[in-house]
């Protein structure tokens, strides 16, 4: 596999943020579902997809960087002997010197701790894997928060029914072990990206969910009971008197599940639907108004006014 870095676009020196922008902008150019028809950009969006789960891993990048694994997250070759010069090239099999390799690094790691038992005792690099398949999979707000099983259709045509985990969020991430494409050392993943649609009603406040709910001015007066849609489906919620709009009330265990597992909550402000001025409960509010005037007494009062 190239350079992980010139695959994505990015310098050596790239920030996380800007090694997941750029794979972002590649992985939608080139998703398989938007490219039916072109199986050389679905093989670079896998490859790209490799690319990033290598430069995302703190500890895998540091070693590419180093040296220590290739693009495909192989071991290097431990030494790279040939050329002129009487090197070492009698090994069977041999390592040939890929570029400027640094001998002092090499002979240090040779003779220091990498020697088995009878010598140089140097193996082989595994097989490499398949390339892994990205996907990306758009989960409801509701199933999201209440981490419904989801099913997902693989490139082979296979389904298989995913477990949601906690803490689950746009940009989630889960591997399917073996369900990517075939190499010499066996298959590699199926890396699922989650994606959680928003929703018309609800929002989501970290492991909360938020939800204004309109209530008439009799059920914010009088209070009562009124119902109340959640992720889970409606249930009732007690209103209690006097209630002014903007005040927050809780659903214990109604929101998102997070990573520790519990549940937040929902929270639901009260916001008073005021009706038309045609509404048969204006005309009997005016009514109402006229009559007790003078007992109503003045909400501005604390302004000032």
Known sequence: MADPYTTLGVARGATEADIKKAYRKLAKELHPDKNKDNPKATERFSTVTQAYDLLSDKDKRARFDRGEIDGDGNP??????????GGFRGQPGGFEQQGGA???????????????????????????????????????????????????????????DLKLP??????????????????????GDAVVTIEISNHRFFKRDGDAVRLDLPVTIAEAVLGGPVKVPTVDGPVMLNI?????????????????????GLRGDQLVTLMISVPAADDPTTEA????????REN??????????
């Open 102 to 160: 640094d001998f002092g690094d090499i002979f240090e790691g040779l003779f220091g701790g990498r020697r088995g038992g009878g010598g140089f005792g140097g193996r082989a690099a595994p097989p490499p894997k398949g390339a892994n398949i990205g996907y990306r999979l758009a989960v409801s707000f509701e199933d999201a928060a209440s981490l419904a099983p989801q099913r997902i259709t693989l490139g082979d045509g296979k389904t298989i």
């Open 296 to 305: 109503l007494g003045n909400p501005r009062a604390g302004l000032g006014v």
């Open 240 to 260: 209690p008197a006097a209630s002014s709009s903007g005040k927050v009330l809780r659903l214990k265990g109604r929101g998102f599940t997070g990573k520790t």
């Open 166 to 187: 906690s803490g689950v969020e746009t940009g989630t991430q889960m591997r399917l072990g073996g369900k990517g494409e075939p190499g010499p050392g066996g298959p």
């Open 76 to 85: 290097a070759a431990p030494f790279g002997y040939g050329g002129g010069g």
């Open 285 to 292: 509010l005016k009514t109402w108004s006229e009559s007790a």
